[in-house]
T-cell receptor
Framework: DAKTTQPTSMDCAEGRAANLPCNHS???????VYWYRQIHSQGPQYIIH???NNETNEMASLIITEDRKSSTLILPHATLRDTAVYYC?????????????FGGGTRLMVKP | EADIYQTPRYLVIGTGKKITLECSQT?????MYWYQQDPGMELHLIHY???????EKGDLSSESTVSRIRTEHFPLTLESARPSHTSQYLC???FGGGANEKLFFGSGTQLSVL
């Protein structure tokens, strides 16, 4: 599975959009981009995933560049409850065990 | 919301004790996982199971063992706890395969070995 690079931490004002970047320059054509988040003292929670088209659900939007070497997770109106560590993961769908490798992630702090 | 439960939520125990961390899910998921996470650090996969009677070791070597006798139950056991086992243990489950497969995590067990 391709390696990802994320900023260690970011701040965002409450009510503003939080844009979390992720670089995955070695991604291959059959690898998907997944985002999870982990709120303090809880297990990670799935947010969204995509292959090459932009995706949106009730939690967030995922923008993937045309060359697929990077992506951005967008929380359109961040709230204090969005303070968490956000993990960007790339993997081949259906690979052995479908195991996810969680890196360091980005620690997002939403401030009042 | 996912229905995956871990007990106990917190456990403080002395060195040398045998412990079992419980993980149960009511979703009928075939795949289950155990991750270990130290404070502020990455999650590391230590065990996983594709189904009943199937268990495999993960990327991080662990002295713990697991069993999968029933689909819904995936307990983790430490025969003799040591202070180096102090960590958070997270259980997860998933089903099916392909791109839409998602992991559902429990709230974790925070283990402290004195």
């Amino acid at each position: 599975d391709a390696k990802t690079t994320q900023p260690t931490s970011m701040d965002c004002a409450e009510g503003r959009a939080a844009n979390l970047p992720c670089n995955h320059s070695t991604i291959s054509g059959n690898e998907y981009v997944y985002w999870y988040r982990q709120i303090h003292s809880q297990g990670p929670q799935y947010i969204i995933h995509g292959l090459k088209n932009n995706e949106t659900n009730e939690m967030a939007s995922l923008i993937i560049t045309e060359d697929r070497k990077s992506s951005t997770l967008i929380l359109p109106h961040a709230t204090l409850r969005d303070t968490a560590v956000y993990y960007c993961i790339v993997r081949v769908a259906g690979n052995a065990g479908n195991m996810l490798t969680f890196g360091g992630g980005t620690r997002l702090m939403v401030k009042p | 919301e996912a229905d995956i439960y871990q007990t106990p939520r917190y456990l403080v125990i002395g060195t040398g004790k045998k412990i079992t961390l419980e993980c149960s899910q009511t979703m009928g998921h075939d795949k289950m996982y155990w991750y270990q996470q130290d404070p502020g650090m990455e999650l590391h996969l230590i065990h996983y199971s594709y189904g009943v009677n199937s268990t495999e070791k993960g990327d991080l070597s662990s002295e713990s063992t697991v069993s999968r006798i029933r689909t819904e139950h995936f307990p983790l056991t430490l025969e003799s706890a040591r202070p180096s086992h102090t960590s958070q243990y997270l259980c997860a489950s998933s089903f099916g395969g392909g791109a839409n497969e998602k992991l559902f995590f429990g709230s974790g067990t925070q283990l402290s070995v004195l």
